[in-house]
């Protein structure tokens, strides 16, 4: 961990200059608050002081912080957390950075300034080293999304097992053209579920058509405009396996339209089991994650954290289940 005084050392400044820059940067010119910022940045500072006065006094308050809260996807992982927090004496702030990198550095700063005691990430900006060093400094824990081997620890489900399982599924029924609709954000999910995706191909003895594969935001307009991409290929997949339940219905809105039997002879698949899966018609197979355990288990992961140091590479899964809907069996 960086300290003040070499902050002070690599911006050719004094550390009481350092110390106006977090506490009256006002009081700075613009070119010393310029050098100052880049020290920080370069050598990932936290303010040394607040992280030991976290250690030491309570605010009985943990911050969550999330991409978007369009997504229904969060809303019983978040019940679950706050589940948790208030049987032990805390409570739950949620925040949202819409994966705007300076709106979770303005987030972190209720962090750093010991406005909460530590924070459950469900997505960050940080690269893995600042992650680890915010980890070592401050209480925090991933939740769904996370950085393997990081010094926080995370709640999750395997994300590449559950894709395989899909995939082997749509495989079982006799497709032999399955497509993959994914997201373009790369998060961990994203790439372990594509993993999958490949290897139950590859133990059916298929080759990957890249053509096959697309990627694209987590919402409606993506799958339907790669059923559309689909359709437009010599040949076309008779099956799709996406990434979250939203795509699944644009998929699903778009083949009906073009006249599909979806659930007959074009099967559907979708991710996370949200209530679109249920309430949609057809009914949305999709790989269900036990949402409100996983808030429940990162609160309690948290919770340790407030007592003990991390344990480098702590990841604890959480089971999940492939529910059959109308959109794979007629």
Not at 19 to 48: C, D, G, K, M
Not at 55 to 84: A, C, D, H, W
């Amino acid at each position: 961990m960086a300290t003040i005084k070499q902050v002070a050392a690599a911006a050719g400044v004094s550390v009481a200059t350092v110390s106006r820059y977090f506490n009256t940067p006002e009081q700075l010119s613009e070119q010393t608050r310029e050098r100052v910022r880049r020290a920080v940045e370069q050598l990932t500072y936290y303010p040394s002081a607040l992280g030991r006065n976290l250690r030491t006094s309570q605010t009985r308050k943990i911050l969550v912080i999330l991409p978007t809260i369009s997504n229904p996807f969060y809303s019983r992982i978040i019940t679950g957390m706050e589940e948790v927090a208030e049987k032990n004496g805390y409570s739950v702030l949620t925040c949202t950075t819409g994966g705007n990198p300076e709106s979770e550095k303005n987030k972190l700063k209720m962090l750093y300034d010991r406005f909460v005691d530590g924070a459950v990430f469900f997505s960050t900006s940080l690269s893995r080293r600042q992650f680890d060093r915010l980890a070592l400094e401050y209480p925090v824990v991933q939740c769904c999304e996370y950085q393997e081997g990081s010094a926080a620890g995370a709640v999750s489900i395997d994300n590449e097992q559950a894709a395989y399982e899909a995939v082997r599924y749509l495989l079982e029924l006799g497709h032999r053209r399955v497509a993959l609709v994914n997201s373009n954000n790369r998060f961990e999910s994203s790439i372990l579920r594509e993993k999958g995706y490949r290897r139950a191909l590859k133990e059916y003895g298929l080759s990957v058509r890249e053509e096959y594969i697309r990627r694209g935001t987590y919402g409606f307009h993506n799958g339907e405009e790669s059923l559309h991409h689909f359709l437009s290929l010599k040949e076309p997949p008779t099956a799709v396996f996406t990434v979250a339940d939203s795509i699944a219905v644009g998929v699903i809105h778009a083949a009906l339209e073009q006249g599909l039997q979806v659930g007959k002879a074009y099967s559907v698949i979708g991710f996370d089991d949200t209530s679109l899966a249920r309430m949609y018609r057809p009914g949305i197979t999709s790989v269900a994650q036990p949402r409100k355990e996983l808030g429940e288990a990162a609160a309690r992961l948290l919770l340790r954290r407030f007592q003990a140091s991390p344990k480098s590479g702590e990841l604890i899964f959480l089971p999940h289940r492939l529910v059959i809907r109308e959109s794979t069996e007629g």
